[in-house]
């Protein structure tokens, strides 16, 4: 037989449950201090490039920090032109590359750096005889527009 007291612990025990679980969801491990070796991250080979996914993950003051580096081959295009909400920043580390900013094709090399508004129409290619690496680095905050 069920008593009055099962059936508290009972309650009590699933409202903590649920608690915690809602509290794990809304607030997400955030990414403390690191740093990764360039041959400890693993190559994803996709269709036109080669990445390498460094860290995705909420910060102290970030939504997310997102930071990831492509390797293009010669000629190829990363993607067609497009726009997220987040902002991004690209800083190219070898190679000659085309990028799209503010309606206007500009081709830059080794050491440039891009940063791509939010909402703004952006691309990349390779227009090297070799391939162009470069480093993507994206973030959301609570005014990154949804």
């Not at 900013?101 to 390779?126: T, Y």
């Amino acid at each position: 037989m069920i008593t009055l007291r099962d059936m508290t612990i009972a309650a009590v025990s699933v409202t903590a449950t649920i608690g915690v679980a809602t509290l794990a969801t809304s607030n997400p491990k955030v990414m403390s201090s690191t740093a990764l070796d360039w041959d400890d991250v693993p190559v994803n080979q996709e269709e036109v490039r080669a990445v390498r996914q460094f860290f995705r993950a909420p910060t102290a003051t970030l939504d997310e920090l997102e930071l990831h580096v492509t390797t293009l081959p010669a000629g190829a295009t990363s993607h067609a032109p497009h726009k997220h909400p987040n902002e991004e920043l690209v800083i190219v580390k070898e190679g000659t590359v085309e990028v799209l900013v503010d309606g206007k094709m500009k081709r830059v090399g080794p050491g440039a750096v891009v940063f791509n508004a939010s909402n703004q129409m952006h691309s990349l290619r390779n227009v090297g005889n070799g391939p162009a690496t470069y480093h993507v680095i994206n973030w959301t905050t609570a005014a990154t527009p949804r």
